[in-house]
């Protein structure tokens, strides 16, 4: 059984987090996406100390999904540095890893190009 991440990414607002979370369920590449929100993030960004509203993405994936997850995040993200981080799972109900993992294949390159 491949490895089972979860990946955390903020997004600016809903048709970011949407659209996101879209496409690496369709592409493959997660599993499934939760958008949760609206949330405040406080960080600091270029000297400044900034308070903004954004929604967060929760993606279940595997450990070999994540190059191409990652990649495809940072590729559809309005930010310059967009927060793309992820945790391994320890621990789950094997049915469910079993579905993130079959649920996550090889891309389909025909997906993306059609875009």
Do not use: Q
Not at 25 to 48: D, K
Request: negative net charge; proline residues 5%; contains cysteine.
């Amino acid at each position: 059984m491949s490895k089972t991440l979860i990946v955390l990414c903020t997004c600016p607002d809903e048709e970011t987090a949407r659209s996101i979370a879209a496409a690496l369920v369709a592409e493959r590449r997660a599993a499934c996406v939760n958008i949760v929100g609206p949330l405040r993030s406080v960080f600091s960004w270029e000297g400044e100390v900034c308070d903004e509203s954004e929604l967060l993405l929760i993606a279940k994936t595997t450990e070999a999904a994540w190059p191409e997850l990652e990649a495809r995040v940072v590729e559809l993200h309005p930010y310059d540095v967009p927060e793309v981080i992820a945790t391994p799972v320890t621990a789950g109900s094997s049915a469910y890893l079993d579905w993130v993992a079959a649920s996550v294949s090889a891309v389909d390159d025909s997906v993306t190009e059609k875009e």
